[in-house]
């Protein structure tokens, strides 16, 4: 899942997640995780995160890489928020050679005005990591909607004094790594700026056409 902050990619990583049953991990999440526990890595990362700048590539390609590792590759899996940067691009790559290789990144397109907009109001649930918008009225230290006893609280890199510069990282790196999918044609363009629901249903559909495209080589090569 490709796309600026604040794009949905979380969101809709989650999803797809439920509906096709495959894993999904989010490189932040991995790294507030290590963060919490304090691991080498998790610490390594730590003032970066609090920065808003992105975590260097050798230190993220650990997390992620430990993370593959541990998945069923033959089922498949999501990640969101990695690749963000060409070598980390093309370490995936080097990574899923022997798994058939990536199957398509998705890239969920939103302007830069409704990114910040998006990244500043946005606020999380501590267990379920469920977003919600400070303009709907909920606040920090509420008590998550879902009922799973989650308190509400807002991401050091969602402040507004981190968004900025979040972007600026994001327009210097992550454009080349749209490219790069660009290059290989696999490359999916979701707009954004639809319901939640609508982007949802146009990831499915493309996912879906992949499948059966697959399939229906599979057949003519029997």
């Known amino acids: 899942m490709l796309g600026l902050p604040g794009a949905g990619k979380g969101t809709q990583a989650r999803l797809i997640s439920q509906k096709f049953k495959i894993p999904t991990v989010s490189s932040g999440d991995l790294f507030r995780d290590h963060d919490k526990n304090n691991t080498e890595l998790g610490i390594l990362a730590r003032d970066y995160m609090l920065k808003g700048a992105y975590v260097p590539d050798d230190v993220t390609i650990r997390m992620i890489t430990e993370w593959v590792s541990l998945q069923d590759k ?16 093309r370490v995936l790559d080097d990574i899923l050679t022997n798994y058939g290789g990536l199957d398509m990144a998705v890239y969920i397109d939103i302007s830069v005005a409704e990114a910040i907009n998006r990244i500043s109001t946005r606020v999380l649930c501590s267990i379920c990591q469920s977003p919600f918008s400070l303009l709907d009225g909920v606040k920090e230290g509420d008590v998550c909607r879902t009922g799973d006893g989650g308190v509400i609280y807002q991401r050091p890199d969602d402040k507004p004094s981190a968004v900025e510069e979040r972007l600026k990282v994001y327009s210097r790196e992550t454009q080349e790594v749209i490219q790069y999918y660009q290059t290989r044609d ?7 700026a639809i319901s939640i629901n609508e ?24």
């Open 74 to 89: 033959s089922k498949g899996f999501i990640l969101d928020g990695f690749p963000r940067t060409i070598n980390q691009a």
């Open 186 to 192: 696999n490359l999916r363009t979701v707009s954004g």
């Open 199 to 222: 982007v949802k249903s146009e990831i499915i559909s493309t996912i879906t056409s992949l499948e059966n495209e697959r399939y229906s080589t599979d057949r003519r090569s029997i």
